[in-house]
């Protein structure tokens, strides 16, 4: 966030860090200058406009209404208020003007799974109509936070450490019992899971891509089908995506479709080996689009594998996108 609020158009005037009372008086650069960390309180929000929260959704259900009282609007990238029907839910190349009417003075920021896709698939069904979507997440390790990145770096340690590395079936054995925040062992692996247990086996994961579509798309009715795994990447989420539509699709229309559509980018050329992976996109702010085909089956559904920065596009960059759209307001 620090970073992407140095790199940025500086739209702001003071910035303000806040922390747990354990972090206060630490030094952070932001716009090339250290600012001193101050502790969470009352007081903290005091004349502050714009408040951009990323704490766990338990303290940002307790803090972010203290720092609207003190009279700031506040981007929470928790998932303490996504579903709130009276919090926005905002990406703002697809549902901008919904960040206008905010009753409760807060703008949610989505999760990173569904911010990862979302750009690319809201532009195809402001065209297309979507109708229905189907998608299979390969999400990277650092969605889970310090923990996740620790835990892949650690077992890769152990499976490859040795001269000859391990054997498939050395894995688990390898890595005993640092699995870290992961059901099962992580390095070379893929695990069907993310996220907590829900009703019927569904993940809270798959959930929230469900959720979180229909709501940003408005469309509280669209079926939306979601398996979630975790893979082997540090950083950026990958999406198989299956979208069906109310009108017919061709490959050609899509790829225009995306290539003129804000923060996309099509990167969709087999012959030439040109697909997005999460090795090249991480780092960077857009959306990559590649493998568009039209389904053999159906001449209304659009397969697409899209990879985005689960860090910045999926967590700090929207959430900065945001808080510019605020600052843009209180300067009119
Ligand atoms: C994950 N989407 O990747 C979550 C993080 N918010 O685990």
Redesign the pocket.
């Known amino acids: 966030m620090l970073g992407i609020l140095s790199e940025r158009a500086d739209v702001w005037g003071e910035i303000r860090l806040i922390a747990s009372p354990r972090s206060a008086g630490r030094k952070l650069t932001v716009r090339g200058e250290q600012v001193e960390v101050v502790a969470l309180g009352e007081d903290a929000f005091n004349g502050i406009d714009v408040a951009m929260f990323d704490v766990p959704d338990e303290v940002a259900a307790q803090w972010v209404p203290v720092a609207v009282s003190k009279g700031a609007v506040v981007v929470d990238n928790s998932?303490a208020f996504r579903m709130d029907p009276d919090v926005p839910l905002v990406v703002p190349e697809v549902n901008a003007h919904t960040a206008r009417v905010r009753p409760r003075g807060i703008i949610a920021n989505p999760?990173?799974?569904t911010l990862s896709m979302i750009v690319a698939l809201g532009a195809l069904h402001a065209e297309y109509g979507l109708s229905e979507l189907i998608v299979s997440s390969y999400?990277?390790v650092?969605?889970?936070?310090k923990a996740?990145v620790d835990t892949l770096r650690a077992q890769l340690s152990a499976v490859c450490g040795t001269e000859l590395g391990a054997k498939p079936g050395d894995v688990r054995r390898a890595v005993g019992d640092t699995l870290g925040p992961f059901p099962a062992p992580i390095a070379l692996n893929v695990v069907p899971w993310?996220?907590t247990l829900q009703e019927d086996g569904w993940s809270s994961?798959e959930l929230?891509v469900r959720n979180e579509t229909r709501k940003i798309l408005g469309m509280p009715e669209l079926p939306v089908t979601a398996t979630?795994v975790?893979v082997p990447v540090l950083t950026t989420?990958s999406l198989a995506v299956h979208a069906r539509f109310e009108n017919e699709v061709t490959v050609a229309g899509a790829h225009e479709i995306l290539a003129a559509a804000p923060g996309v980018v099509l990167c969709d050329d087999p012959a030439e080996e040109e697909y997005p992976t999460p090795s090249d996109v991480v780092g960077t702010d857009p959306t990559w689009v590649g493998r568009v085909r039209r389904s053999l089956d159906d001449p209304r559904a659009l397969e697409l594998f899209v990879c985005g920065d689960?860090l910045r596009k999926?967590?700090a960059l929207n959430a900065a996108q945001i808080g510019e759209l605020l600052a843009g307001e209180l300067r009119r």
Request: hydrophobic share 20%; proline share 0%.
């Open positions: 998932g999760n990173c799974t999400q990277a650092s969605g889970v936070g996740g993310a996220g994961e929230k979630c975790r989420h689960n999926g967590a």
